[in-house]
């Protein structure tokens, strides 16, 4: 699909249907009327645009994938600190309510991801993306071996949320994403050892 494309008010308004489809019911909702109906416009359009639900579907992963990337680009932009600027931009896009992701991208891309486990021809985008974080990641951390711990634990962290298999307290997630922060910088500070939250969970926990 060319950016010509994707960029047309009909086709964003389609694919905005698309995801909250999607996000509501699961890829199995995803169907041409359901689409067409929801969008208010006539199934024609919407085959106008995405001559199969294949084209449909392709196209929301990549839009998911510009998301993804534009969080990263304005983390990394936000971030005074080069030394393993990448990885703290991982963790601020994928889990720190960045507007370009959130809640509402992630059942999304929950959703499409699990959806799609078996069929990783149609992952290609993603799979390219994550090669590409990668390697950005190992390129300007300090310690490439503990950063890539780190993004391993947020992807973790991340598809066990998005999938609904476990729903962590908010305030033990928030200590945890701030000591995982704290391993980006090469070495713990006295503050990310001891972050507030880390202080309320343990008075949590005392009790």
């Known amino acids: ?28 909702g995803l169907t041409y009327d359901r689409v067409s109906k929801d969008a208010g416009v006539a199934k024609g359009t919407v085959l106008y645009h995405f001559a199969s639900k294949e084209d449909l579907i392709t196209a929301m992963i990549e839009r998911l994938v510009s998301r993804f990337d534009a969080a990263l680009s304005h983390a990394m932009g936000s971030d005074p600190d080069a030394s393993g600027r990448a990885v703290r931009a991982y963790i601020a896009a994928t889990h720190e309510g960045d507007a370009f992701t959130g809640e509402y991208f992630d059942r999304v891309n929950g959703a ?10 149609r992952l290609a985008a993603v799979q390219a993306q994550g090669r590409r974080h990668q390697d950005a990641i190992i390129a300007d951390s300090p310690d490439p071996v503990l950063a890539t711990i780190v993004r391993m634990a947020i992807d973790g962290l991340w ?22 922060k704290s391993w980006t910088y090469g070495k713990e500070t006295p503050a ?16």
């Open 1 to 28: 699909m060319s950016k010509r494309k994707t960029s047309h008010p009909t086709v964003q308004k389609l694919l905005d249907t698309a995801e909250t489809i999607v996000a509501r019911d699961g890829l199995v």
């Open 159 to 180: 598809f066990s949320e998005s999938l609904g298999l476990m729903n962590y307290d908010p305030m033990l997630k928030a200590a945890v994403l701030a000591r995982l």
């Open 192 to 207: 990310a050892r001891n972050t507030p939250q880390e202080q309320q969970q343990g008075e949590k926990n005392a009790t």
């Open 112 to 121: 499409i991801t699990a959806a799609l486990a078996n069929t990783p021809e």
